[in-house]
């Protein structure tokens, strides 16, 4: 397991609370984000995450950098999961530990909406009538020489 990874399994937020504990933390933040069933009115039957995973893994890493620049005493562990998730499934785990708690819970907010800003992943919503990419990015760009 690396602290900042895309992966193709289920997440166990327990290994990535473990990856950032040591002894100077006094608080561990861990934040998942699960599928769920309805947005907007609209019933998802699952969702399907696609990434980049070299440029995805090297910005997590930029996320957990900027963190410890932002908030010093800090150690991070990020993770996104790809591929089709159900109902329920954690999309993506994030870990934070500091001394004191405000840190940790700041630095773990940061870390969710740096990931929604730069990292590469795509989401597509599937229903039982249709599908569509959501998010910030609308649809998944095709590589140069596709």
């Known amino acids: 397991m690396k602290r900042f990874e895309i992966v193709t399994t289920e997440l166990n937020p327990e290994l990535y609370r473990q990856a950032v504990l040591h ?17 907007n009115g609209i019933q998802t039957t699952y969702l399907a995450y696609e990434a980049y995973v070299p440029m995805a893994e090297k910005m997590l890493a930029q996320i957990g950098q900027e963190i410890q620049e932002k908030w010093p005493e800090t150690k991070v562990a990020i993770a996104h999961r790809i591929g089709e998730l159900q109902i329920s499934d954690i999309a993506v785990v994030i870990a934070v530990s500091s001394p004191h708690r405000k840190a940790a819970y700041e630095a773990n907010e940061y870390a969710i909406e740096r990931i929604k800003e730069i ?22 760009p095709v590589p140069k020489g596709e």
């Open 119 to 140: 990292v590469p992943i795509w989401k597509k919503e599937i229903w039982q009538n249709g599908e569509e990419w959501v998010g910030d990015q609308q649809k998944k």
């Open 23 to 39: 002894p100077n933390a006094g608080a561990v933040t861990v934040f998942t984000g699960h599928v769920r069933e309805w947005t």
